[in-house]
């Protein structure tokens, strides 16, 4: 099974900026739709963005849309979610996912590959 470690999480002011990363191993991380998932206290994980195995197909929740980047580099087996204008709602944990296939889905029990996650945290 793959492995993630998520990494870059921080406390942050609104309107900043901040890129975090998901390193994979174990397996050939090139195989794998990787996706971004956050969760606040009290709330659900939700949705925040996902990658296909290339990196030509992305896909946003509307609420980050405009601001929010997923990429990932293949060669070094790491996602990354570049945020912009970072706002109060934006704080949670963000986790990386992964799941193997070719699709590229919204919902968290497409993904068997779970990173431990990284605080974010943004102040207004």
């Known amino acids: 099974q793959i492995q993630l470690s998520e990494s870059g999480g921080g406390l942050m002011q609104a309107g900043d900026s901040l890129r975090i990363s998901c390193l994979a191993s174990?397996?050939?991380?090139?195989?794998?739709?990787m996706a971004w998932f956050r969760q606040a206290p009290g709330k659900e994980r939700e949705f925040v963005a996902a990658i296909n195995r290339d990196g030509i197909d992305t896909s946003y929740t509307d609420s980050v849309k405009g601001r929010f980047t997923i990429s990932r580099e293949n060669a070094k087996d790491t996602v990354y979610l570049h945020m912009n204008a970072l706002k109060p709602g934006d704080t949670a944990a963000y986790y990386c996912?992964?799941?193997?296939?070719?699709?590229?889905?919204?919902?968290?029990?497409?993904?068997?590959?779970w990173g431990q996650g990284t605080q974010v945290t943004v102040s207004s």
């Open positions: 174990g397996r050939t991380f090139s195989n794998y739709v």
């Open positions: 996912a992964a799941r193997l296939g070719v699709v590229v889905y919204s919902s968290p029990s497409q993904y068997h590959s």
